[in-house]
């Protein structure tokens, strides 16, 4: 069975900094690309960031390009997802998800497990 769980989630203020960490289990996991969502309240679940099979390779959202980075530590089997200059409106409820594929994916349809989510809050 192949299970995400993700940590690291809090209330930080406008201009602090997280980071969020998923561990996966049951799976080979440096074979498969990653990735970040989130969700806030009443909206839909956008994507944040991926990365593919070996770290090489990364992609973010043009909201949190230069301020969010992804990584991951296959000896681990743990996806990071360090958040900096965080601002209100980053606060959601953000997921992992464990790709179908080795290469990024930025649509949820590209994703085959999810993680239950962290909690992040930003204050003004």
């Known amino acids: 069975q192949v299970q995400l769980v993700e940590s690291g989630g809090g209330l930080v203020q406008a201009g602090g900094s997280l980071r969020l960490s998923c561990v996966v289990s049951g799976r080979t996991f440096s074979s498969y690309a990653m990735g970040w969502f989130r969700q806030a309240p009443g909206k839909e679940r956008e994507f944040v960031s991926s990365?593919?099979?070996?770290?090489?390779?990364?992609y973010y959202a043009d909201s949190v390009k230069g301020r969010f980075t992804i990584s991951r530590d296959n000896d681990k089997n743990t996806v990071y997802l360090k958040t900096n200059s965080l601002k209100p409106e980053d606060t959601a409820v953000y997921y992992c998800a464990a790709a179908l594929y080795g290469t990024i994916q930025s649509t949820p349809r590209g994703y085959a497990y999810w993680g239950q989510g962290t909690q992040v809050t930003v204050s003004s």
């Open positions: 990365i593919n099979w070996s770290g090489g390779s990364t």
